[in-house]
T-cell receptor
């Protein structure tokens, strides 16, 4: 079945540092790809998404590009803030077979940003 | 904005009790989902529903059941709670856009359940 692998955390950065959280996936066909964020004590919020190869999703200074050739969807931000401290989840919705329409999550990456 | 609400933020129950977790969405979404979230495992799908009175098993349905009598409400039921069901439970909803299960899912704040 489909699967999503995220870089292991936790990730600790200083404010204004560059952020990369790696995400790779295994899926049949052309899945849709997502990044969700979970702030402390809250549910998941959609951060950005991309639905086809080479699409770039962006929101709140975060970006991720759908790379079919490397099956990746890495999350980046040029300058992180303390308020970005949260858990980040990479996810996909399957496009084929028994995975069609099913949302599959990575294990999550904890990001802590210090002033 | 889409709003998904869950009946409790924190719940403590005893082994063997019957537990009801309620989820309500206010955006007329066709699809609703229940997940559990555990450290190191991410989110795992328990059950989903794509219409009133319809339900489908997810990846880990054992020990759970669901009910969807109205479009806006989706209930998760633990028939006889066990300690290994201690977890964070998240409800989500989405429009029926592509195929049966739609795309962007909107999540509630979660219910943290402790089974003693």
């Amino acid at each position: 079945g489909d699967s999503v692998t995220q870089m292991e955390g936790p990730v600790t950065l200083s404010e204004e540092a560059f952020l990369t959280i790696n995400c790779t996936y295994t899926a049949t066909g052309y899945p849709s790809l997502f990044w969700y964020v979970q702030y402390p004590g809250e549910g998941l919020q959609l951060l950005l998404k991309a639905t086809k190869a080479d699409d770039k999703g962006s929101n709140k200074g975060f970006e991720a590009t759908y790379r079919k050739e490397t099956t990746s969807f890495h999350l980046e931000k040029g300058s992180v803030q303390v308020s970005d401290s949260a858990v980040y989840f990479c996810a996909l919705i399957g496009a084929g077979g028994t995975s069609y329409g099913k949302l599959t999550f990575g294990q999550g990456t904890i990001l802590t940003v210090h002033p | 904005d889409v709003k998904v609400t869950q009946s409790s933020r924190y719940l403590v129950k005893r082994t063997g009790e019957k537990v009801f977790l309620e989820c309500v969405q206010d955006m007329d979404h066709e699809n609703m989902f229940w997940y559990r979230q555990d450290p190191g495992l991410g989110l795992r799908l328990i059950y989903f529903s794509y219409d009133v009175k319809m339900k489908e098993k997810g990846d880990i349905p054992e020990g759970y059941s669901v009910s969807r009598e109205k479009k806006e409400r989706f209930s998760l039921i633990l028939e006889s709670a066990s300690t290994n069901q201690t977890s964070m439970y998240l409800c989500a909803s989405s429009l029926k856009l592509r195929g049966v299960l739609g795309e962007t899912q909107y999540f509630g704040p979660g219910t943290r359940l402790l089974v003693l």
